[in-house]
């Protein structure tokens, strides 16, 4: 393996241009900042991290939500990093030390049998991007207790990428497209950005080889003028995806704009749960009531992080105030986090 990473650098060395590529998987920037390997390629092969942790994704108006219940006395369900992620005033954690009552779950499984053995209502806060979405449709269909209901937080890669590259922020060139999605939806959702931005992608496995063979894959289309998606982790990933959990999404979500964290509304970029589920839809279930207020004020650059325009060391909270005990944005909570990755394996390469 050693001497095809030194073969394989050594192709990316002899066919380097300036670009700059965008990955949207948390995975990926593991990998990528704990195999260094930012360190390996020329420097003007730029690699940047953009909305890939679902967690940090989730806006602060959604936390809201999920504090609303809890604090109605709704038991509130969700997975670990999601506790400490910011509302407008808090987050669950801040919840739970309250006398909410706020439990982690490995999955939404884990929530729907606590439901049925509870007499309290148990909202499950189901954030994810369209990896996870298949698992929460599977339960709906299955016919929870009705003392159970879900808070759709579920969003789509490919709008956001869409978003990205229209509004030129970033001044992407090229898409490393994250393998576990990708399982999901196939490669065919990217083919419009080669066809219609003349960006080069390549849908990557979670190895440091895959990432190197990406970066190289594209700078080899880049050099031959080339615009296509190319599938490296064939492994795992079909053209198609997964047909049988895209028809389970179907027919239990619906696609509506909505934003993101540190993203304005994205148009048709998240699921929300049809009218024939709506008895397990949180949203229409309870009157939930919040302020539309903005993410609170304290210094953090989660939104650009986000958006790729930013890395964690320009932020000033960075290693001080913010880190992973103490995370003062969203970007620092998950390690999937781009600030969380960066704290644990050393400066943003």
């Known amino acids: 393996m050693k001497n095809l990473t030194r073969e394989i650098v050594e192709r990316i060395r002899k066919i380097s241009q300036p670009v700059k590529i965008m990955h949207v998987c948390g995975s990926h920037e593991h990998t990528i900042m704990q195999h260094g390997i930012r360190t390996l390629i020329p420097p003007e092969v730029e690699v940047v991290a953009g909305p890939g942790c679902p967690v940090c994704c989730v806006p602060s108006r959604e936390v809201d939500e999920c504090l609303y219940l809890a604090k109605e006395g709704v038991t509130i369900a969700t997975f670990g990093d999601m506790l400490r992620v910011p509302g407008s005033k808090g987050c669950l954690a801040d919840a739970r030390a309250d006398g909410a009552d706020v439990r982690v779950v490995y999955g939404i499984g884990n929530a729907v049998e606590m439901a049925e053995k509870l007499d309290n209502e148990v909202v499950f806060m189901a954030a994810g991007f369209e990896t996870t979405a298949p698992t929460t449709a ?161 210094g953090c650059i989660c939104g650009p992080i986000l958006r790729g325009v930013a890395r964690p060391e320009e932020c000033k909270l960075f290693r001080k105030e913010c880190n992973p005990v103490n995370p003062v944005g969203a970007c620092m909570v998950s390690k999937e986090g781009t600030c969380n990755i960066a704290y644990r394996y050393g400066s943003f390469k």
Request: glycine content about 4%; proline content about 6%.
């Open 138 to 298: 599977s339960e709906l269909v299955a016919g929870p207790p009705q003392n159970f209901s879900v808070l759709s937080c579920h969003r789509l890669i490919p709008p956001a990428l869409k978003f990205l590259i229209e509004s030129g922020e970033v001044n992407l060139n090229a898409l490393i497209e994250p393998g576990h999605v990708s399982t999901i939806i196939g490669t065919n959702p990217y083919q419009i950005f080669s066809e219609k931005y003349n960006i080069p992608q390549v849908v990557a496995g979670f190895n440091p080889f895959d990432v190197l063979i990406a970066v190289y894959l594209i700078l080899k289309q880049i050099k031959e003028g080339k615009a296509q998606v190319q599938n490296e982790y064939k492994r795992a990933v079909r053209e198609e995806g997964n047909i049988k959990a895209q028809e389970l999404m179907e027919k239990v979500f619906y696609i509506k704009s909505r934003e993101w964290r540190g993203f304005p509304s994205i148009p048709d970029s998240v699921y929300e749960i049809r009218d024939d589920y709506s008895q397990f839809n949180a949203r229409e279930k309870f009157d939930i009531e919040i302020d539309e207020s903005q993410e609170m004020v304290t």
